[in-house]
C-alpha cells in the first residue's frame, strides 16, 4: 500500500509549534505573553525565528515562557531549549526487549496513543535509528522461558489472525483516519490477553505476533491521518513485540514504515538507516520481504539523490522479486506484489527526474493494478502525470490527472506531485 499524502499531516515545525497550538496561540500571542512578564517589546518576529531559524531565546525570554506554563525553571536550566518544551509524552529508549517490555509498551499505547495530537514528532533526533540498531543487534528472545504457561483459546488467536486482513483492506480504502480507533481497541484486546490470559508458548508467540501487526497497522493508520506521534508510540511498541516473538520480517516491516515517516518529515539520513536496518535484519525471510525491503532502502537513496546506490538496490530487488512468487510470505506482505514492485521502482525514478523510466514502470503498474486499490491507483495515475508533464505532455498529464479524480475534488481533498515521497 502506498500513503498519499493527506490533508492533515502537516508537521509542526518545532516544540514551540506545538506549545502554540495546545494552547491556541499566534506568533504574536506567545511574544505578547513573554512581553507581558518582562515588560518588553513584543515582536513577533522573535517567535518566527525562534520555529523557523533555530534562533535561541535569551534566557530572560525562556524563563518568562517557563513560568507561564508552570514548568520549573530548573528544569529550563537543567534540559536546555528546546528540550524542556512540552510535546507529550516521550518515548523512552530504555524499555528492555524482553515479553514483559513489549507487554509494558502496549498497555502504554494501546488507548493511550489514541490522544496523542496530530502533527508532531517525538522521538528525538536520532532515536529512531538508534532504537532500529539496537533491534537488529538483540539476541532472540527465549519464548518459552518467557510467557507464563496455561491456555488461551485457540480458536480466539484464529479469529484475530483472520480479521488481520480484513483492518489492511479498510485502511487501503478508507484511509488512516476512519480506521485508527477500530484497531486501536483490537489491540487495546490483544494486549489484556497478554497481560491478564494465560497461554501455551506457542499461543503467547502468536499473540505478541498478531499485537505486532496490530501495533504496525494502527501506527500507520495514525500516519496517513497526520497524528505522527501516536505512529511513533505505536510502531516502537510494535517492534518489541515483533522481537518478542522471534519475527524478525514483521520487525522489519515496521522499521520500514518508520523509514517513510521520516522521509515524510524531512529526516532522510535517519531514514536511510532504518531502512538499512530493516533490510539487515530480514536477510533470512522470504524473497518478497526482501524484496520490499530493499526497494525501500533504494527508494531512500533517490531521495538523497543517491543515484548510483539506488541503481544497485534496485537490481538486488529485481532479483529478490523475480522469485517472490515461489515461495510462501507473510500475510503482511501479500500487498507487494508485481505491481506495488514496479510502482516503488518508479517512484525511484520519479526521485532521481529520470521521466522515462519513471513513465515506462508506470504504465507497467497502472495495467497490473488490482481495481480494489483505488486510492493507491489514483495516487500513481498522479505520479504518471508528474512524468509525462515534465517529457513535454501536457495534454496527456491533464487526462491522467482527470482520470485520478474525475469528480470535482472537494474542499478536504488534495493531491500533490509531492506524493512521490
Not at 26 to 51: F, G, P, S, Y
Not at 83 to 99: E, K, M, Q, Y
Not at 270 to 279: G, H, P, Q
Request: proline letters at 4%; one cysteine or more; aromatic letters at 6%.
Amino acid at each position: 500500500m502506498t500513503r498519499a499524502p493527506s490533508p492533515h499531516s502537516q508537521l509542526l515545525v518545532h516544540p514551540l509549534s506545538y506549545v502554540r497550538e495546545q494552547r491556541n496561540w499566534t506568533q504574536q500571542d506567545l511574544v505578547n505573553v513573554i512581553a507581558r512578564r518582562l515588560n518588553t517589546a513584543a515582536r513577533r518576529e522573535k517567535a518566527w525565528r525562534w520555529e523557523r531559524w533555530g534562533v535561541v531565546p535569551d534566557e530572560d525570554s525562556q524563563l518568562a515562557l517557563a513560568d507561564e506554563l508552570g514548568i520549573d525553571r530548573r528544569t529550563v536550566k537543567a534540559l536546555g531549549w528546546p528540550h524542556w518544551l512540552p510535546t507529550g509524552p516521550a518515548v523512552s529508549a530504555s524499555a528492555p526487549w524482553t515479553v514483559d517490555g513489549a507487554v509494558a509498551l502496549l498497555d502504554d499505547t494501546a488507548g493511550p496513543a489514541m490522544l496523542d495530537r496530530r502533527g508532531f514528532l517525538i522521538m528525538q533526533a536520532g532515536l529512531a535509528a538508534a532504537i532500529a540498531e539496537r533491534w537488529l543487534a538483540a539476541e532472540q528472545p527465549k519464548i518459552n522461558a518467557a510467557l507464563r504457561g496455561g491456555r488461551v483459546d485457540l480458536d480466539l488467536l484464529d479469529c484475530f489472525e483472520q480479521r488481520l486482513p480484513a483492518l489492511r483492506r479498510m485502511d487501503a480504502s478508507l484511509g488512516g483516519g476512519s480506521v485508527r480507533s477500530l484497531v486501536d481497541a483490537e489491540l487495546r484486546l490483544a494486549t489484556d490477553l497478554l497481560r491478564h490470559g494465560r497461554y501455551s508458548a506457542e499461543a503467547g508467540r502468536r499473540l505478541l505476533s498478531i499485537a505486532a501487526e496490530l501495533g504496525r497497522i494502527a501506527g500507520w493508520a495514525s500516519f496517513d491521518a497526520g497524528f505522527h506521534a501516536a505512529a511513533e508510540r505505536y510502531w516502537f511498541a510494535a517492534l518489541h513485540a515483533a522481537h518478542s516473538a522471534a519475527d524478525r520480517a514483521a520487525g522489519a516491516n515496521i522499521l520500514k514504515c518508520m523509514s517513510l515517516q521520516r522521509v515524510d518529515t524531512e529526516r532522510p539520513t535517519e531514514a536511510l538507516r532504518l531502512a538499512d536496518a530493516a533490510r539487515a535484519g530480514a536477510k533470512d525471510s522470504p524473497a518478497r520481504v526482501r524484496a520490499m525491503l530493499t526497494t525501500r532502502l533504494a527508494r531512500t537513496h533517490a531521495v538523497l539523490g543517491e543515484s548510483v546506490a539506488c541503481e544497485r538496490r534496485l537490481a538486488e530487488a529485481d532479483k529478490e522479486m523475480s522469485r517472490a512468487d515461489e515461495e510462501a510470505s507473510p500475510a503482511w506482505a501479500s500487498y507487494f506484489d508485481h505491481a506495488e514492485y514496479s510502482a516503488q521502482v518508479a517512484a525511484c525514478y520519479l526521485l532521481l527526474r529520470r521521466h522515462q523510466a519513471s513513465d515506462r514502470w508506470l504504465r507497467q503498474t497502472l495495467a497490473l493494478q488490482p481495481a480494489e486499490r483505488s486510492r493507491d491507483r489514483a495516487t500513481y495515475l498522479i505520479w504518471r502525470a508528474d512524468s509525462v508533464l515534465n517529457l513535454g505532455d501536457i495534454d496527456h498529464a491533464c487526462a491522467l490527472v482527470a482520470e485520478a479524480a474525475p469528480e470535482p475534488v472537494k474542499s478536504s481533498e488534495t493531491f500533490s506531485w509531492s506524493g512521490v515521497l
